[in-house]
Every structure is written in C-alpha cells, then in structure tokens.
C-alpha cells in the first residue's frame, strides 16, 4: 500500500506532505500513492506506557483471544507502542502479527508473597533472590524490569516497601548488566527513597512523591508513569479495606493530592509519560483519558500528548515520524492540542504503513 498524507506533523506547526511505502514513512514523493488526507494532523503513534496486555479486566490471567482483543483495542485508539509493566502470560506472539501494536515488555512483576495482586508476580520467599530474579526477566523483556516496591503489609495495616536498599541496589545492578532499565510500582512514601537511592530508572504511580523524593528524582534523572486514570480508582480500593483503616485513609489522602503532587514532579522538571495501567482493573483504549488526565494536573496540551507521543518514543528509543521509520502514525480532524475530544476518534489509524481506521475524510481545503 502507497499512501500520500497532508497536514501539520506534530511536534511542530507545519504543513508537510507524507509518503507511506512498504509500510516506512518516505519524506520524498512515491509514485501511485493513494492520497489518504490533505488535511489534518498528523501525530506519531501514542504510546500507553504503562499498560497491561494479558491482565484480564477484573482480575486473572487473559487467553490469547482476549490478548489479542486488548491489543486491537489499543490500536483502535491509537496507542500503537506498548509499554507492557508486567504481563502474568506470554505475549510475544503477538510479535508477529502486523495488524497489532507494538510491546516492548517487562517481564512479571517481582514481588513478594502476599504483598501484591495474587497469581500476578513472581513471589520470592527470600528477598536474596531478587537479584538473580530481575536478571532473569530482564533477559526475557525487552529491556525493562518491573519491581513491586510497595504494598499493603497487613500485619502493619498499611503500605509497606517489600525490598531492603541494599538488595534493590544490588537487583538494579544486575537489570543494567544486563543492559535492562529498571521500574517499579510504588504508590506510598517509605519505599521512593530506597528505589530511587538503589539507581532505579522510572517510577509508576508515584503519588507518595514528596518535595525532597521529587528532588532526588530529578537528580537522579528519573521519570514519572503517574497512571492518573488508575489512581481515581484509589476510593474503591479504600472502600473496600475494612480491615485496614489506616491503609485505607492512607490510599484517600494519596488520592486526593495526587494532582498536586504530579504538578510539583512536572514544575520541578521530572519527564512524566502517559500510562493508562489497562488490564485488571483498567479498561484498554483509555489513553485519551489519561492525556485529559495530565493536562488537568497541570502539563500543556502539548506537553500532555508529547507524553503520549514523540516524548515517550524517544525515551523508549523509538523513532517518531522520520524518514525510512516505520509508518505508525495517526491522522486527526481537529488539532487534538485544541481539540482534544477528537483523541477518542482518530481519522486514520496506519501502523506499519497500513490503515486500520478509516473515519469520514478531512475536510480538504483546496
Ligand atoms: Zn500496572
């Protein structure tokens, strides 16, 4: 398929013309190609960076079919590069199919027993083997490792960190011997100092970030996956804590200062990425949600798609929209910057030089 594309290429104001051919993005003409749009705007694939392909929505492990349903469900809303933060099945067969977005893994989550989802993570008896553990998944992901850093404790009755600092500096190490960057889960404060300390690469959720913890990050050059849109579930999971009434006032007062707290990341210069956390208690296809999310916690609507676009390319090592790169991109009607209700219905959806979604032409203006 040849296809010609026109309109403003984000990041960036201009109207630029576009070829697709052999599924690559050409900045020189190609002869015979189908003209797709000569208007519009033109955005590289998003990015769900923190997603789950294989959690089925309320709990358990997903068979291939329901994988593959999540994965189209992301394409069909654009998210076309997956940052998978653990995955209870193996997904790489889906690899190998074109029409599906990319993955780029973590393995399982490594975490210990009773201190996380049951059947989710591996469970280490002794935190000695985390090391070993996290070299382990960093060989089989695709070059990222994910660490429950916190948890509810229930013998304390509220979050507690499940690694000591010198067994997570020792496990980090191993991730980056193995040419592995390194993430976590942490939703409380006690366990930031620890994991960001120990030379942890990205931090998901966060919100028990502090001034002083957001000071280390930026330090230590560490990004931000906030997951807004997971965090709102926060109440329910409060609600249903009974048993643990400090965890649960704990879980609201993260909650209720979450936007403050992921405004104060962003104002100290900490590089924040758009991740929904699909999967389980998520429904896939929400990554316009969580870009609403952003700029409502105080990122420019720019800034906000940048997390869930060519930024988080980047920082994934992925190309954006280039010559000879791969054609993952998305077509909009409107300037989604402006617009941003047009998120949920994007025009075009090509990935791998095919398109997916066909919506009602752009108005052309010739
Ligand atoms: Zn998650």
Redesign the pocket.
Known sequence: MRLHLRGVVLPGEEVRDLWVHDGLISFEPVRDAETLCDAGWIVPGLVDA?C?VGIRYGGGHEDREGAVAQAETERDAGALLLRD??SPIDTRFIDDRADLPKIIRAGRHIARPKRYIRELGIELDDERDLPAIVAEQARRGDGWVKIVGDWIDRSAGDLRPLWSDAVLKEAIDAAHREGARVTA?VFGEDALPGLIGAGIDCL?HGTGLTDETIDMMVRHGIALVPTLVNIDTFPEIADSATKFPVYAAHMRDLHRRVRDTVAAAHAAGVPLYAGT?AGGSIRHGRIADEIAALTAAGLTPDEALGAASWHARTWLGRPGIDHAAPADLVVYAADPRTTPAVLATPTFVVLRGRVHTRRTPVTTHR
């Open positions: 923190h789950h933060a653990g889960h998901e956390d």
